[in-house]
């Protein structure tokens, strides 16, 4: 029975391996089309791009996991179905949930090991990746360059831009005075327009200058004397200037300042951060209850609900009252009928604008809160997912009986989007406070246990219910063909 585990480990853990980075690859892909463009000119060194991607994929481990579990309990049985293995050891008395034994313990542990990940190194990761992001995103060369005022942080050169195009983030209206052979401002450049950028090597800056002119003073000398000096003006449509930048290197924000974001959070630490911005925003819901309008009664009972006295604990109650509204306008006065009516259009557009001035506020702050509650379970449906994909492939591999990257590949993918699309719509409306988080977010989770309970059953019963062989078998006892071909001839 050792051989058999051995066997059938050595079966799922090639699979297993080899899906697992074929996915962070995969996914990692998409994280380079969504951040190319901020990564592309930046004259980074091989090792900043490379640690980057590094805290990338970690952030990808969670979401790789199952769809590697699927894959490769698919193809593990699908080959020991398709070779006629399967076959021969449930011959000899061994069980379908016996063969899957060994993998069970072992998905089990790949179960905890990704939710460890995911509560304690992946908000490292992340709080690393932000900072470095953040880095990078601000490694842009005409940043170092103020609006309006005169920048010298380039040694020899003191430069002052009116402003950037938000379209083509090209500077305008540019002034450099060069002050590298230390002669005074002897050395002034005026352009329309320009662009700068880092060399490849990163030990240069270029920057591109479009329609302008150019100043020089050829001899400097006493200029309170009446010689003249002669005097240079240079008119260009296109000059680049090359600006040696040694020094220039990536500066790296503190990741400290990431650290509250709940991406960057353990559970323990969600959980605190939740509460704690759920009292808040009962502050502010109190605010708003308490600043509007009521009558006597109401306004009363409201405050001793929000202010509680150990005395009056009188809770808010809704008062009846039996009164025909027509009836009772119709025995005032006029003046007095309308004055009651400004009073209370007067008390209505007040707490309207009351409800207005909080609403966005505490929106945001659901939202924000709700966000932190959902992180909190994607730890935990994320991880119990890699246990329940193996209940659904491995039976199913047992199943289809299909091995290699075929059949596999097309049902694993299938599953794993309508997992992910499932959880995504959950997410959306978990955040928007349309549903309780509680339930919302474990609803796929859910619902693929029972997919794995009915396959694990169908699997270790032999049921003809998913076997493709039953399908035929009715579709040839139709023959619908021949039966074409009996109604012609008649």
Known sequence: MKKLNSYIIKSYVGPFVFTFFICVFILLMQFLWKYLDELVGKGLENKIIIELMSYASMSLVPMALPLAVLLASIMAF????????????????????????????????????????????????????????????????????????????IDGYSIKVSGRDPRTKALLNIMIYDHTERK?????TLADSGYLNMSDDKQFMILKLYNGESYTDEKVGDRKGKETNPFRREKFSHQELVISVKDFELKRLDEKYFKDNYKMLANKQLSYVADSLSKVRHEKEK???????????LEAQMTNVYFGDSINTDSLTTATYSLVIDSLMAGITEPNRRAILNSALQIAQQNQRTILQYQPDLYHRLIWINKHLIEWHKKYTFAIACILFFFIGAPLGAIIRKGGFGMPVVVSILLFISYYLFSMIGEKVSREGVWEIDIVMWVPTFFYLVLGVLLTHQAVTDSLLLNKETYNRILSSINIFKRIKYFNRE
């Open 78 to 153: 699908g080959n020991l179905g398709e070779r006629l293995e399967l076959l021969a050891i449930k011959s000899s008395g061994v069980s379908l949930l016996r063969i899957m034994k060994p993998l069970i313990y072992l998905n089990i542990v790949v179960t905890i090991m990704a939710f460890v990940l995911a509560d304690y190194v992946i908000p490292v990761t992340n709080a690393k990746f932000a900072a470095l992001l953040w880095s990078v995103r601000e490694q842009r060369p005409e940043m170092i360059i103020k609006e309006g005022v005169f920048s010298n942080e």
């Open 184 to 188: 005074g401002n002897v050395n002034v």
């Open 287 to 297: 605010a708003m209850a308490i600043g509007m309008r009521y009558n006597n009664l």
